[in-house]
């Protein structure tokens, strides 16, 4: 049996580039405006990205569609109407994965700040594992407001990772050394001042611990190779990087949130010990009120939400076709 | 109307393998006779599995037509795949009344509400005088859309009337090409018409 069919023939740069990105890529990709140079046409490749949110509580559901610009492009040469180069599948996924990687640093970025602000009291003493790494600041900052001044030499014969510890503390303002020698570590007003606040050790260190996280959370990680932050630092910014999206705080189980997780940081290198029970994870930010328990949901504090929520308007974010309501 | 034996749920870039399967089904249905090595039941594991092989072909951006005619070409089925960009709605009724369906790649946000989104890939089943019926895999458990004619034609043109058609290796299609500025829209540019 024969049939006929009469269709377009590929004679405009950007037909040509859309039946290369449909051919290659996938109907997700879509050919920007054509640029045209001496020979040839430039058309860069953009693609919309579908990210799910549940809130299970509620059951529904909303589809997402992140729009990522130039993540890979087409060249079709002028005078053969042919594609003369093109960005090949492998290069346009990790492309699409650092835009993802993008996306999620915004909110990281802005959760660790807000984080960090004293207001909120987050309690990081209660982050167990992530305590076990600061320790160096734990121990300080206690013997600083016992008054209990060590020497520079005393931290030097602790060891490099002790004294640049301290250093964190310095730079923030909170410690100083002397200039008489022997050379002291003490605490400066600021410190002081916080504790007369806060007239409590533990929270002092806490808001002293949030400081130094909201400033040097990178600089931990990769320059001090710190990494016992990061399932609470990701966990919760899984949490409430889908609740910015949703629109409001969301409620979900652990295996949802652990799923979160997997998915928001996709491509990112695994942290130490990843499998740190979940659970206790969650348990730990939940006493360290950065998230609630909503009986046997998870959910969000509505004043860090709050905060947060000005990330949502720097995310290359629009709600999708499809929203099931349950 | 063209009837699918079986409708097959899918979300995000799940789409087109949903509806590539279910036009292998509906060929395997149809057209017995030809030398299948899937089974006429189409509850079984061996359709199951041909959904879920099918969806390791989807990538980030979607699932490239190539791969879509990879995965076809592995299984060995007697139907041939095309990728085409017709002219207008009338090929799509020709295929639609020759009992061919066609899979249809549009922009469903802009659709619904006249905001760019990713494509998305419906099978056509039936047309009246203003609608297209499709089977939508997202509209799972409806299926059945009806699509207005002039807002999916706009739609549709957002993806520059992208079309896969997949019929059997017996057939033959015969494709004329027409390029895409014709003399009249030269003359509409100018004004003189």
Known sequence: ?326 | MIALPKMIGASGNDCIVATVTMVCMYWRLTKGNLAWHLPSDFESQEWANLFENGRKYVRMSGMPFNNIKLFLRKLNLPLSVELEFLEDTYGLRNLINENIPPIVLYDHTYFMKNVRGPGHAVILVDQTQEMLVSVNPSLEPKFYHKLAKIDFEESWKMNHNATIIIYPKTYKLEVTKIPTKTLMSYFKEEGTI
Request: aromatic residues 12%.
């Open chain 1, 1 to 326: 049996m024969k049939y006929r069919l009469r269709a377009q023939a590929l004679d405009e740069p950007q037909l040509i580039a859309y039946d290369r990105i449909l051919r290659r890529y996938g109907s997700s990709c879509y050919p920007q405006a054509v640029n045209e140079e001496s020979d040839h046409w430039r058309i860069p490749i953009g693609v919309y990205v579908q990210s799910s949110v549940i809130d299970e509580k509620t059951e529904k559901e909303k589809i997402f569609n992140l729009n990522f610009q130039n993540v890979g492009e087409v060249l079709v040469r002028k005078s053969t109407r042919k594609i003369m180069k093109a960005t090949s599948l492998g290069t346009l996924g990790k492309n699409i994965t650092e835009k993802r990687a993008s996306v999620r640093r915004i909110v990281e970025q802005d959760l660790i700040k807000i984080l960090g602000e004293k207001e909120l009291q987050i309690r990081f003493g209660q982050l167990r594992f992530a305590f076990a790494g600061l320790q160096p600041i734990y121990r300080t900052v206690t013997r600083l407001l016992l008054e209990d001044y060590p020497t520079y030499n005393d931290l030097l014969n602790i060891g490099n990772h002790y004294l640049e510890q301290v250093d964190l503390l310095i730079e923030i303002g909170y410690a100083e050394y002397t200039d008489q020698e022997p050379r002291k570590l003490v605490a400066t007003n600021k410190m002081k001042e916080l504790y007369w606040k806060e007239k409590n050790v533990d929270k002092t260190i806490d808001a002293i611990f949030g400081l130094v996280l909201s400033e040097y959370y990178y600089d931990l990680q990769k320059g001090r190779r710190i990494a016992q932050f990061i399932p609470y630092v990701r966990a919760s910014t899984a949490y409430y990087g889908d609740a910015i999206q949703f629109g409001r705080l969301i409620s979900i189980k652990e295996h949802r949130l652990k799923e979160s997780i997997r998915e928001y940081y996709k491509g990112a290198p695994a942290p130490p010990r990843l499998k740190y029970a979940y659970p206790t994870l969650i348990r730990e930010l939940v006493n360290a009120q950065i998230l609630e328990y909503d009986n046997e949901y998870i959910t969000g504090r509505t004043d860090i939400f709050e905060r947060l929520l000005e990330s949502r308007s720097k995310l290359p974010l629009s709600e999708g076709q499809f929203s099931f309501f349950g």
